[in-house]
């Protein structure tokens, strides 16, 4: 049984992810804000120092990690100079630097194991659009480090950047009308981006999947 680390696993793609973990008989641990039913930590990951140690205390109940998914993302939408700097800045905390933290106390384990490591960015992460500043900002981020990640670590950690489309997720609640999908949008369901995920996640040591890019077939902000 292999012990899988996933961020943002109180819903969304996390939940999920987290979903089709345990279905292949593997144990999922999640980090999030809020409790969910299988083991987890509560952590806000926009402290790195915070959601290291919690990685840490995972490894040390489980005796290590085989994998990691970072699906925690947030965003805060609206122009540049309308959204408040603390605001702007968390989104970049916790989607960026948040993921290279987990992943960073995670390496010890997944290059004792040969583990893997999917991160998760968004067709944003490789257009920019208005009125997005911080949240293109932090996923062009993910992209980079993950590029970087994968030749840093080759040979040692498998590592897969993982660029979804649109999906029927919470992340849109809560947002002014203008910035929601509109009524008739085509978006992909979560559990279907998460079997891709498994699909990195079960790939023999030695075989790597990059990149996935995965958006619904009529999907706006791509390309």
């Given at each position: 049984?292999?012990?899988?680390?996933?961020?943002?696993?109180?819903?969304?793609?996390?939940?999920?992810?987290?979903?089709?973990?345990?279905k292949?008989?593997?144990?999922?641990?999640?980090?999030?804000?809020?409790?969910?039913?299988?083991?987890?930590?509560?952590?806000?990951?926009?402290?790195?120092?915070?959601?290291?140690?919690?990685?840490?205390?995972?490894?040390?109940t489980?005796?290590?990690?085989?994998?990691?998914?970072?699906?925690?993302?947030?965003?805060?939408?609206?122009?540049?100079?309308?959204?408040?700097?603390?605001d702007?800045?968390?989104?970049?905390?916790?989607?960026?630097?948040?993921?290279?933290?987990?992943?960073?106390?995670?390496?010890?384990?997944?290059?004792?194991?040969?583990?893997?490591?999917?991160?998760?960015?968004?067709?944003?992460?490789?257009?920019?659009?208005?009125?997005?500043?911080?949240?293109?900002?932090?996923?062009?981020?993910?992209?980079?480090?993950?590029?970087?990640?994968?030749?840093?670590?080759q040979?040692?950690?498998?590592?897969?950047?993982?660029?979804?489309?649109?999906?029927?997720?919470?992340?849109?609640?809560?947002?002014?009308?203008?910035?929601?999908?509109?009524?008739?949008?085509?978006?992909?369901?979560?559990?279907?981006?998460?079997?891709?995920?498994?699909?990195a996640?079960?790939?023999?040591?030695?075989?790597?999947?990059?990149?996935?890019?995965?958006?619904?077939?009529?999907?706006?902000?791509?390309?």
């Open positions: 049984m292999r012990t899988v680390l996933v961020t943002g696993g109180a819903s969304g793609l996390g939940a999920a992810v987290v979903e089709a973990v345990a292949e008989g593997d144990r999922p641990v999640v980090l999030d804000r809020v409790p969910v039913e299988v083991d987890h930590r509560v952590v806000d990951l926009a402290d790195g120092r915070a959601a290291e140690a919690a990685v840490r205390d995972v490894s040390a489980y005796g290590g990690l085989d994998a990691v998914v970072t699906c925690a993302g947030i965003d805060s939408c609206g122009r540049l100079d309308q959204v408040p700097a603390a702007w800045e968390r989104v970049i905390a916790v989607n960026l630097l948040g993921t290279a933290a987990v992943i960073r106390a995670a390496l010890p384990d997944l290059k004792r194991r040969r583990g893997r490591v999917v991160t998760v960015s968004s067709t944003l992460g490789l257009r920019g659009v208005s009125d997005a500043t911080a949240y293109c900002a932090s996923k062009f981020g993910v992209v980079g480090f993950t590029r970087a990640l994968a030749a840093e670590t040979g040692e950690v498998g590592v897969t950047l993982l660029i979804p489309g649109g999906m029927a997720t919470p992340f849109f609640d809560g947002r002014p009308e203008q910035y929601q999908p509109p009524p008739d949008a085509t978006l992909n369901r979560p559990e279907d981006v998460a079997a891709a995920v498994m699909f996640l079960k790939q023999p040591p030695g075989c790597e999947v990059r990149e996935l890019l995965i958006t619904p077939s009529v999907e706006g902000s791509w390309p």
